[in-house]
């Protein structure tokens, strides 16, 4: 997948978080979220969703939107692409980085736990 294309710019971000929100959405009703939202014109929604369309994140299909990928794993991958290209794809070292200068809660190490161990089971 070219990591190019799995790239928002936080504007784009703030539109796809509508989207992925409301889902499935007519593209009329679409319109009227982001003038509301983002304060955007018609021709800027049309023009930011086709370049969303382009990169295979969203479809619009006879005036109706829907993902192509979940937020969730659009999250995902972003997470992925970044441990990647900043920690030579190692999580230990990235959370070695994000620990030192962020004390971690007795919460968030359970749950850090558990996703190792369920990582490990697979």
């Known amino acids: 997948m070219d990591e190019n294309k799995m790239t928002l710019a936080p504007v784009e971000s703030k539109f796809a978080d509508i989207i992925w929100e409301h889902e499935p959405i007519g593209s009329g009703a679409l319109v009227k979220l982001a003038s509301e939202k983002l304060n955007w014109k018609k021709s800027t929604t049309y023009t930011v969703l086709k370049k969303l369309c382009d990169r295979k994140i969203f479809i619009?299909?006879?005036?109706?939107?829907?993902?192509?990928?979940?937020?969730?794993?659009?999250?995902?991958?972003?997470?992925?692409?970044?441990?990647?290209e900043t920690f030579e794809g190692s999580l230990p070292l990235f959370l070695a980085a994000f620990s030192r200068r962020k004390k971690l809660s007795e919460k968030e190490i359970d749950e850090l736990y558990k996703l190792l161990e369920s990582a490990k089971n697979k």
């Open 60 to 84: 619009n299909d006879e005036s109706v939107v829907r993902s192509l990928i979940s937020r969730e794993d659009f999250y995902a991958l972003q997470s992925e692409m970044f441990v990647d």
